[in-house]
């Protein structure tokens, strides 16, 4: 996945500088197979020197480089206690590092934030037969090592620290096991490879961020000038901007056969793909939401497919199998099974003040005509007033009021005894066509209370931007989901027609899955499909954070 190393200049001074510092510490004998035997003895010997002038800066230097400094304790476990030979003053292994330092933006990391300068001016500054600095520099090349091998593999931030509202399982770097796994690894390159999130929706975006930012350094595209809404067979001298800009992403032919001016079948194609890729009205209509689109600056474009391989690298590195991954920007469900989008289906998220969160778990059971119980703080703040003026009103919509085992009828309860901080009630409605959940749920207990379920209010899906639920995802298709995930779970003797059977009696119905589908909640305003690089609207303004935070991340170098 990785490219080979790329930038010339740098390696071939990097050649220079280590060979200068290392070759001439090594004693040079005359040539000979006993003289390329006892070379070899002394070069061991010279490494064993600076290996225990390693040790004895970090168990004896109170003041090491910060760098050093916050990662003594696993330097010291893996040269003093676990005797762990020198990492980099051997073979090509430092010239190798810096190269992928310096490489690092081809995973959507900045190269600023290593020390490569900083390790080549130590290099080219220190005294080839100074031991001690040549451990110190083996130190600052194993510190720098750490700090990359950690932000490619679990990303540079705890999501939680981002934004609340990440809940992902806090993955960890291990750090002695890197240093071990380091010192046996044939080849570098396919060492930080293996450390790259394994998925191939990250291999994808990794090629379209090396493809976005290729565009930009050929100059990127031109704004689009901003007009009236333009429509299939209209004429606009905008239509030769809007050809132009299109053939650099979505295959419109800069050079039509006919007029320039005439907004033709051909055009409208390319303009179609452009909605369906940034999550538009697939209408072909360019309106003012599709100009703003057209005219986001590559540059942007590159930074958010970069969030996203950040956002990647904060998952599970295994997804399962078969999984459930909904992407809460995008709008859409995937069910995946061996790596492929078996299903795809559009769905509803939380409101930018009811946001849905972002975390992993198991579908354990789904649920069939279900009650639906209103959290407390929406009973109170939303219906009680409604219980007030026309408890009939939500009668007739199939609630009712619980309280421990006892149910009541909404119509025998004086509400404006109650309020909030005295309210002793659940209130629950029952299962049938008018239950705000539908027909089915898809439950993966949680503490956020949010599950999957099936909605009476069809029209939303209709909308290219779907934010609308208090946090829950309602979804497009959910029976065809509901026979798809008890076939994934294990669970065998169902069928289309046995679920509308079971949904026609009204009846609340428990199916347990055998084996558990795990489940992936996500945020990404990028990712690659067959249509191409899509991107989406920030709703929760969780890049806008991302970006901030990486922007003003404090570097020990």
């Not at 705890?158 to 096991?177: E, G, I």
């Not at 849905?356 to 703040?381: C, H, M």
Request: charged share 25%.
């Amino acid at each position: 996945m990785r490219r080979p190393f790329s930038n010339a200049p740098i390696r071939q001074y990097s050649i220079r500088l280590f060979a200068g510092a290392f070759l001439a510490f090594a004693t040079l004998l005359p040539s000979g197979p006993s003289a390329e035997a006892a070379t070899v003895q002394e070069q061991q010997r010279n490494l064993a020197v600076i290996r225990i002038n390693a040790i004895d800066l970090l168990a004896r230097e109170k003041r090491l480089p910060l760098p050093i400094q916050q990662r003594r304790d696993v330097l010291r476990a893996y040269y003093e206690e676990q005797a762990g030979e020198l990492l980099w003053l051997r073979d090509d292994r430092a010239e190798a590092l810096v190269a992928i330092l310096n490489d690092a933006g081809a995973d959507g990391l900045r190269p600023d934030d290593y020390p490569t300068r900083q390790l080549m001016s130590l290099m080219q500054n220190t005294d080839p037969e100074d031991v001690r600095g040549l451990a110190l520099i083996e130190l600052f090349f194993s510190a720098a090592f750490l700090e990359y091998s950690g932000d490619l593999s679990v990303g540079r931030f705890l999501p939680a620290k981002v934004d609340p509202n990440f809940f992902l399982k806090t993955r960890t770097f291990d750090q002695a096991a890197a240093l071990q796994a380091v010192s046996n690894a044939d080849d570098l390159v396919d060492f930080f490879d293996a450390l790259q999130p394994p998925s191939d929706y990250y291999a994808s975006l990794r090629g379209a961020l090396a493809q976005y930012r290729e565009l930009a350094m050929e100059g990127g595209w031109d704004l689009v000038p901003l007009g009236p809404t333009l429509k299939p067979g209209m004429t606009d001298p905008r239509v030769a901007d809007i050809r132009e800009r299109l053939s650099i992403t979505d295959g419109a032919d800069p050079e039509p056969q006919g007029g320039d001016e005439t907004y033709d079948a051909e055009l409208v194609k390319a303009v179609e793909r452009f909605q369906a890729r940034h999550g538009l009205d697939v209408d072909g209509v360019v309106g003012p939401a599709v100009l703003v689109a057209m005219n986001v600056p590559i540059e942007d474009r590159v930074q958010e497919i970069e969030l996203a391989m950040e956002r990647w690298r904060w998952m599970p590195r295994d997804l399962g199998q078969q999984y459930l991954m909904v992407n809460i920007a995008g709008f859409e469900l995937r069910r995946v099974k061996d790596g492929r989008a078996e299903e795809r289906m559009s769905v509803v998220v939380g409101k930018p003040y009811s946001r849905t969160p972002v975390f992993s778990d198991q579908v354990r059971y789904i649920e069939i005509n279900p009650y639906w119980t209103v959290p407390s703080g929406l009973a109170v703040k939303e219906e009680l007033g409604k219980l007030r003026s026309n408890p009939g009103g939500l009668a007739s919509q199939g609630f009712e009021a619980v309280r421990g085992k006892d149910v009541y009828d909404l119509r025998s309860i004086n509400w404006a005894n109650y309020g909030p901080g005295n309210f002793p009630f659940q209130l629950r409605q029952q299962p049938g066509p008018k239950n705000a959940l539908g027909r089915v749920k898809f439950m993966f207990p949680n503490e956020h209370s949010v599950y999957l379920h099936d909605t009476p209010s069809r029209s939303l899906f209709s909308k290219a931007e779907r934010a609308f639920s208090h946090g829950c995802i309602r979804l497009s298709r959910p029976l065809e989901l509901a026979l798809q995930v008890l076939t994934a779970g294990g669970v065998s003797g169902w069928n289309m027609d046995r679920i509308n059977s079971v949904v026609a009696t009204e009846k609340n119905t428990v199916v347990k899955l055998a084996t558990p589908l795990p489940i992936h909640l996500t945020y990404l305003t990028a990712w690659v499909d067959e249509d191409g690089v899509n991107f989406r609207k920030d709703i929760y303004n969780q890049d806008a954070k991302l970006l901030a935070a990486l922007d003003g991340k404090a570097l020990a170098w």
